[in-house]
């Protein structure tokens, strides 16, 4: 029976109950769910009936507001080309509709006085402009992946300790992820050219009080 977001579970199992906790929430471990053991590969089940009736309402609006984010992603990246230190994604050009749930852009702290990206993105907070880093990891960091010889006994011979995140030299991924990759999630897409000139203002401004970092 659906009970707003999701449903409803009852266990006398408190491990159970932090599994299931994280099956709905994308397989996080956090606080509160993660006193079990191992990993789980989860979902994003946390959908119910009143969302679903928005959902389909929001559907008619989709060509629109995917079109809005295009059109202003576009113009955010020609704007960021200006702005030393900011690097954007070149798309192949054979791509003909992007989504932008996110739009994603590199930081080079060379051009904002060595400050370190988490510093830049609390700056940009501070004006209201919420941007995403250290969230994010390679997934290949996700413990779920991890293939230990403690637990597959037959990965000892070839592969030592087994296949764990340090297994192979990817230096340019940890970068991006600790030090280097932006995220901005769409909502910031979905206002005016002037909202995108807004965002373009609060990096130029980080930049130009670098010092105070």
């Not at 919420?130 to 990965?155: I, Q």
């Not at 970068?175 to 807004?198: C, I, Q, R, S």
Request: glycine residues 10%; negative net charge; aromatic residues 12%.
């Amino acid at each position: 029976m659906t009970a707003g977001e999701g449903g409803a579970l009852l266990t006398s199992d408190p491990m159970l109950e932090q599994r299931c906790q994280s099956l709905v929430n994308c397989g996080r471990k956090e606080p509160g769910y993660d006193e079990y053991e191992g990993r789980v590969f989860g979902w994003n089940y946390r959908l119910g009936e009143f969302q679903a009736a928005v959902l389909r309402a929001q559907m008619e609006k989709l060509d629109e507001r995917t079109k809005l984010r295009q059109e202003n992603a576009a113009y955010l990246t020609e704007k960021l080309r200006d702005v030393e230190g900011i690097g954007v994604i070149e798309y192949d050009e054979r791509t003909t509709q992007r989504a932008h749930y996110q739009y994603i852009f590199t930081y080079d702290n060379t051009a904002f006085g060595g400050a370190h990206r988490d510093k830049f993105l609390a700056a940009a907070a501070a004006e209201g402009l919420h941007l995403d880093g250290a969230f994010y990891v390679p997934m290949f960091a996700n413990k779920l992946f991890s293939a230990t010889a403690n637990e597959w006994p037959a990965l000892r011979e070839r592969y030592g300790d087994g296949i764990t995140m340090t297994s192979a030299d990817t230096p340019v991924a940890w970068e991006f992820a600790g030090n280097t990759g932006v995220w901005m999630h769409y909502p910031m897409l979905m206002g005016t050219k002037e909202d995108v000139d807004d965002v373009v203002a609060v990096i130029r401004k980080i930049q130009d009080n670098a010092g105070e970092l």
